[in-house]
């Protein structure tokens, strides 16, 4: 029988996730299929607390289903408990198992793009404190960095991270950001600023230190304004889409069987989508 996942998210039409595991099925002949599923918040904690009734084998969850799914699963993946959010499901002898991969996407990401990107590092800088930035802060200290700034519209939010994560974190109020740039060399905006329809981010780069790295989360566009301005400095950069396609490896993995590769073919199928 072929084995259905399906993203679960609200709206979900839009998620290019189909695009990607769709891509690899057919790369990869495995007989599956990969589904979007639009499950309105009312009925999310039904849809899950039945997952075996809905006929699939697992799922990706995204916005606003994250949590939900965390308080579902029987069965949690530690990385999952830490940051309190699954994105990745599967049925195991009937329970419900639940794994969350951003904090793999967005270190495979950066190892992809820059080896050598934590060698030495000392301080990063993280732009913003919601769910995206915990997954972000999570993966840098695992790699050891010294010290995660962690700049926030809403202070309470970025000393909620430091509460959890440790001293390690210093939260501080975006408006102070100036100061902290001066020789910063990992550079990291998890806001929602530069996606399209949104406002650019602007601050000025000029103190970054020459050899600073500069990633978004942000994929919409792929060269956002912050990209574009320390491009422009000269400085390395490395957009976001990588990390949405790394975090989407792991799950496929685990639903059929085979580790899949994330190829520039695969890249460019998604930017010719995005671009559509
Ligand atoms: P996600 O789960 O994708 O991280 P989120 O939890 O809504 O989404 O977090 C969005 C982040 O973008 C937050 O850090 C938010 O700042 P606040 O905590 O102050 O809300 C930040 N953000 C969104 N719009 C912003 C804006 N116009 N100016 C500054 N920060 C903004």
Avoid at 196 to 220: E, F, H, M, N, R
Avoid at 242 to 253: K, N, R, S, W, Y
Wanted: net charge neutral; proline share 5%; aromatic share 6%.
């Amino acid at each position: 029988m072929t084995r259905r996942v399906a993203i679960i998210g609200h709206p979900v039409a839009h998620s290019r996730s189909p695009l990607i595991h769709g891509y690899w099925l057919r790369q990869l002949g495995i007989d599956g299929d990969y589904v979007a599923r639009d499950v309105a918040p009312e009925a999310i904690d039904g849809f899950l607390a039945d997952f075996s009734a809905s006929g699939l084998a697992g799922g990706n969850v995204t916005v606003p289903h994250k949590e939900a799914a965390f308080r579902a699963c029987v069965v949690r993946e530690p990385v999952a408990d830490a940051l309190g959010a699954v994105n990745t499901l599967w049925l195991e002898g009937g329970r419900l198992h639940g794994a969350n991969t951003d904090v793999h996407g967005f270190l495979a990401n950066l190892d992809t793009a820059e080896p050598e990107w934590a060698r030495a590092l000392g301080e990063a800088v993280v732009l913003g404190a919601g769910g995206a930035a915990r997954a972000v802060v999570f993966g840098l200290m695992q790699r050891g960095v010294d010290r995660v700034v962690v700049a926030n519209r809403t202070l309470a939010r970025a000393e909620a991270l430091r509460d959890q994560f440790g001293p390690r974190v210093l939260p501080i109020d975006w408006r102070d950001l100036g100061g902290r740039l001066n020789g910063c060399r990992l550079l990291i905006n998890t806001t929602s600023l530069g996606m399209k329809g949104q406002p650019p981010l602007d601050i000025d780069l000029s103190a970054l230190s020459p050899d600073a790295l500069v990633t978004d989360i942000v994929y919409v566009p792929l060269e956002t304004p912050l990209l574009k301005a320390a491009r422009a400095r000269g400085l390395a950069t490395v957009d976001g889409l990588g990390m949405l396609l790394h975090q989407a490896v792991p799950g496929f993995e685990r639903w059929f069987g085979v580790r899949p590769v994330v190829t520039a073919a695969l890249r460019a199928l998604v930017i010719a989508d995005l671009k559509a």
